[in-house]
Nanobody
Framework: QVQLVESGGGLVQPGGSLRLSCAAS??????????LGWYRQAPGKQRELVAA????????KFADFVKGRFTISRETTNNTLYLQMNNLKPEDTAVYYC?????????WGRGTLVTVSS
């Protein structure tokens, strides 16, 4: 069973920054991993993709609403996925979830709450 544990959420003022982390219980650079991503779900809304990165080539994609503000990265030493969020806006308020898609299986973390408010 794959475990994903997110951290780094919290309350931040508009224009501020946060870095989310997702610690995985497997080698995220394994050939069994297709890609990793961050999703978010705001109250009353559907879960949506924020950013994703492929395991092998490190190709990235971002939702239009975060382009230029968020970056996604991963680290080999501790099998951790990151989401650096800059210039945060109130509309970025949501629970952020880490996701990993394997050749067989799709796993989610429990989420971390990000609140952007003055």
């Amino acid at each position: 069973q794959v475990q994903l544990v997110e951290s780094g959420g919290g309350l931040v003022q508009p224009g501020g920054s946060l870095r989310l982390s997702c610690a995985a219980s497997l080698n995220i650079f394994s050939s069994n991993v297709n890609d990793l991503g961050w999703y978010r779900q705001a109250p009353g809304k559907q879960r949506e993709l924020v950013a994703a990165i492929t395991s092998g080539g490190g190709n990235t994609k971002f939702a239009d609403f975060v382009k230029g503000r968020f970056t996604i990265s991963r680290e080999t030493t501790n099998n951790t996925l990151y989401l650096q969020m800059n210039n945060l806006k109130p509309e970025d308020t949501a629970v952020y979830y880490c996701n990993i898609r394997l050749r067989v299986g799709n796993y989610w973390g429990r989420g971390t709450l990000v609140t952007v408010s003055s």
